[in-house]
């Protein structure tokens, strides 16, 4: 499922906003294609669970989970199937969003379910050190995203580059292969010049998109910051 994704990307999460709920879902992931299209830009989105199957169907675009469970079928009331997000359109999985932290141990257990149902594995952390911990389980994607500066609109890229230039420099010497996102306070095109700049592939933004004034507009201008 990876080869479905080139880098620079841009990965826009829904997180539980209202303004990407339902329909509003919809139509925000349609501008997102249109975008992507008008700019030949890799750009993806990653819904509410209730969205998944129906953006799947008319967006154009791929379609991420918010997140799955370590588990395998069966007893599992409430909780989020591998197989279930892949048979409603999702190719792959956000995992270990600061919002829903998990155990090292079941970001391992998640990231070996992706890899066996081919689903691409979106991996965020906090730090330079927990990236390089998460970089030796292998995933496909890391997105460095410091926590204290999510939802800002203060980009990490600006206030706090070191953690980029660090990151990158500690999951390289383990993993020279996973691509590096990153994220956290993400709001204008030049937030997004900036991160690819300092050696990052591509963002994970949310607010700055969901929550602008014109989404079309800003998802306009963070493509046209990925020709650096």
Do not use: W
Request: include cysteine.
């Amino acid at each position: 499922m990876l080869e479905k994704l080139q880098t620079p990307l841009i990965i826009v999460n829904f997180k539980t906003y209202l303004e990407a709920t339902g329909e509003k879902a919809v139509e925000l992931a349609k501008k997102a294609e249109k975008v992507s299209l008008e700019t030949k830009t890799s750009i993806s989105v990653a819904p509410q669970f209730t969205d998944i199957a129906t953006l799947a169907k008319t967006a154009k675009i791929p379609v991420f989970a918010q997140h799955i469970d370590p588990i395998q079928p069966g007893s599992h009331t409430g909780h989020v199937l591998a197989e279930s997000v892949k048979e409603t359109g999702a190719i792959g999985t956000l995992i270990n969003h600061s919002e829903r932290q998990l155990k090292l141990s079941d970001i391992d257990a998640i990231i070996k379910i992706t890899r066996q149902k081919n689903l691409v594995s979106v991996v965020c952390a906090n730090n330079p050190n927990t990236s390089a911990a998460v970089a030796s389980l292998k995933p496909d994607i890391i997105a460095i995203e410091p926590p204290e500066l999510i939802g800002t609109g203060i980009p990490v890229s600006k206030a706090k580059p070191e953690v980029i230039t660090d990151t990158i420099k500690l999951v390289r010497e383990i993993n020279e292969n996973v691509v590096i996102l990153c994220g956290a306070g993400i709001s204008r095109g030049e937030d997004v010049k900036a991160a690819l700049k300092l050696g990052t592939q591509g963002v994970l933004v949310a607010s700055g998109i969901v929550k602008a004034k014109d989404p079309y507009m800003v998802l306009r201008e963070f493509a046209e910051a990925t020709r650096v």
